[in-house]
């Protein structure tokens, strides 16, 4: 099966508190995508991150930064000195490489995040 | 440049009518996918279209269709609405279809959605 799990529904920090986002997926495929996206209030899906089965460095990017680990088939999101325009719901998702294509992700329910002044 | 548009924005339907959503693709993007987010939920794939061709379907019944016109853009049509139908609908688009893999970027650009509502 391919799966993607967000165990937390939902996160509240105090700005400027490091938070991470937890992700973890199934696929039966060796080859496969993984994903951050973020979605504001106004609804469009933001792209953060792709990252593909064989390239397992850790990424940082300002005050994002990912994890991802094979072995426990996670992908985890973290970031940094929170602010309170971090604010949204964040997805991780995943595309399988058989059956998969670049406009068939397969989305976790989604984890919001609230970051209070 | 314009990014992903959608309409309409908002929609009120009732029960057993018909609704048509609309997509124009960020111009050059030639693949376009439709997504059904529910509230509380990440999205679902329901249709991708390149080249005017259906690439990909997902787990939607028959009074789910859509199509692509020769400009990109992009319709999806929803018949018989059920209260279930009220979603937020998603467009995306990107530069290919990325089937077998071969996924370039990795990245597809969202519209703003088409929020649905049905009494």
């Known amino acids: 099966a391919q799966k993607v799990t967000q165990a937390q529904t939902e996160i509240s920090v105090v700005e400027k508190e490091d938070v991470t986002l937890d992700c973890v997926y199934e696929?039966?495929?060796?080859?496969?995508?993984l994903f951050w996206y973020k979605q504001p209030p106004s609804g469009e899906l933001v792209f953060l991150i792709r990252?593909?089965?064989?390239?397992?460095q850790n990424e940082i990017s300002g005050r994002y930064s990912w994890n991802f680990q094979k072995s426990t088939s996670s992908f985890n999101f973290t970031i940094t000195a929170s602010q309170v325009v971090d604010s949204a719901v964040y997805f991780c998702a995943l595309i399988p490489s058989y059956g998969g294509s670049q406009g068939n992700l397969i989305f976790g329910k989604g984890t919001k995040l609230s970051v209070k002044p | 440049d314009a990014g992903v548009t959608q309409s309409p924005t908002h929609l009120i339907k009732t029960r057993g009518q018909q609704v048509t959503l609309r997509c124009s693709p960020i111009s050059g993007h030639k693949s376009v996918s439709w997504y059904q987010q529910v509230l509380g939920q990440g999205p679902q794939f329901i249709f991708q279209y390149y080249e005017k061709e259906e690439r990909g379907r997902g787990n939607f019944p028959d009074r789910f269709s859509a199509r692509q016109f020769p400009n990109y853009s992009s319709e999806l049509n929803v018949n018989a609405l059920l209260l279930g139908d009220s979603a937020l609908y998603l467009c995306a688009s990107s530069s290919n279809p990325g089937t077998g893999g071969s996924v370039n970027t990795g990245e597809l650009f969202f519209g703003e959605g088409s929020r649905l509502t049905v009494l």
């Open positions: 990252r593909n089965s064989f390239d397992e």
């Open positions: 696929t039966r495929d060796t080859t496969y995508y």
